[in-house]
């Protein structure tokens, strides 16, 4: 179950007031918990720690976020809304 939460995985929440929100993944699993940031209401400065028992994976990976992830390099809340705008347009 753990292993669809990676760095720059798309998951959504199922539980809690944010139900149905899109987010990405900023940080790997640690205690069953994982950091996710949808660069709007939770920045990347200060991500949602979420229960990974409250998300569901949406199946989807934003490829050049995850990359910078992975490589520390600097990712901009603008990217991550646009690429959870575009991929929740696409899954509707």
Same mark, same amino acid.
């Given at each position: 179950?753990?292993?669809?939460?990676?760095?720059?995985?798309?998951?959504?929440?199922?539980?809690?007031?944010?139900?149905?929100?899109?987010?990405?993944?900023?940080?790997?699993?640690?205690?069953?918990?994982?950091?996710?940031? =949808? @660069?709007?209401?939770? #920045? $990347?400065?200060?991500? +949602?720690?979420?229960?990974?028992?409250?998300? &569901? *994976?949406?199946?989807?990976?934003? =490829? @050049?976020?995850?990359? #910078? $992830?992975?490589?520390? +390099?600097?990712?901009?809340?603008?990217?991550? &809304? *646009?690429?959870?705008?575009?991929?929740?347009?696409?899954?509707?």
């Amino acid at each position: 179950m753990t292993t669809d939460f990676k760095q720059g995985s798309v998951v959504y929440s199922v539980k809690g007031r944010d139900k149905g929100v899109f987010y990405v993944c900023v940080s790997p699993v640690k205690d069953n918990y994982v950091f996710v940031s =949808d @660069g709007a209401t939770h #920045k $990347l400065n200060k991500p +949602k720690r979420k229960n990974i028992k409250h998300i &569901k *994976s949406a199946g989807a990976s934003l =490829d @050049g976020i995850a990359a #910078k $992830l992975i490589e520390n +390099k600097k990712v901009f809340d603008s990217e991550l &809304k *646009s690429g959870l705008r575009c991929f929740s347009q696409s899954h509707r």
